[in-house]
T-cell receptor
């Protein structure tokens, strides 16, 4: 299995809602990432988990709360989002450490905040 | 953190011509440089990569070169085809296992 699977594919939420994005991989990768991508822009790093521990938080607002419950799963909990948070949210994974291989991306969750 | 710059932002070429995209990075500790292709509405997908101990790598019509001293790397696509039309991103992998992306190049191959 060489896939990173994200659910849901699309999500519309109000500014007072709480929702979660889910990401799963079974490649044994111990680094997992959340990226945010706006239209016509590059993926922007949000969080990095290494061995299920948060290792990098790129100064992301607290309305985004990541969670890594085990080595295969990564969640992104959303609360009190703003319309400007509407974007494609990409999960990725890669092997950890000195092995230089790429990040494998999921197909993304297209989030619309209304 | 790492800062990756990418040029040009848009590129139009005639089918069969070559396309070149250039990137620079700031962190000399970065050690791995993948290139991703992203078609509209789809995920980024790796097309080629290069490690910091290699100067050049080729895969059929695609090649990447790396100049570690100057901290820049380039993507070369030869004999371009309409299906090469997409957005291309360079990236650099930092010591914290993170990937930082360049600003992207929208490539259009004109039949």
């Amino acid at each position: 299995d060489t896939e990173v699977t994200q659910t849901p594919k699309h999500l519309v939420m109000g500014m007072t809602n709480k929702k979660s994005l889910k990401c799963e991989q079974h490649m044994g990768h111990r680094a997992m990432y959340w990226y945010k991508q706006k239209a016509k822009k590059p993926p922007e790093l949000m969080f990095v988990y290494s061995y299920e521990k948060l290792s990098i938080n790129e100064s992301v607002p607290s309305r985004f709360s990541p969670e890594c419950p085990n080595s295969s799963l990564l969640n992104l909990h959303l609360h009190a989002l703003q319309p400007e948070d509407s974007a494609l949210y990409l999960c990725a994974s890669s092997p950890f450490g000195t092995v230089n291989t790429e990040a494998f991306f999921g197909q993304g969750t297209r989030l619309t905040v209304v | 953190g790492e800062n990756v710059e990418q040029h040009p932002s848009t590129l139009s070429v005639q089918e069969g011509d070559s396309a070149v995209i250039k990137c620079t990075y700031s962190d000399s500790a970065s050690n791995y440089f993948p290139w991703y292709k992203q078609e509209l509405g789809k995920r980024p997908q790796l097309i080629i990569d290069i490690r910091s101990n290699v100067g050049e790598k080729k895969d059929q019509r695609i090649a990447v070169t790396l100049n570690k001293t100057a901290k820049h790397f380039s993507l070369h696509i030869t004999e371009t085809q309409p299906e090469d039309s997409a957005v291309y991103f360079c990236a650099a992998r930092g010591t914290g296992n993170q990937f930082y992306f360049g600003t992207g190049t929208s490539l259009t191959v004109i039949p």
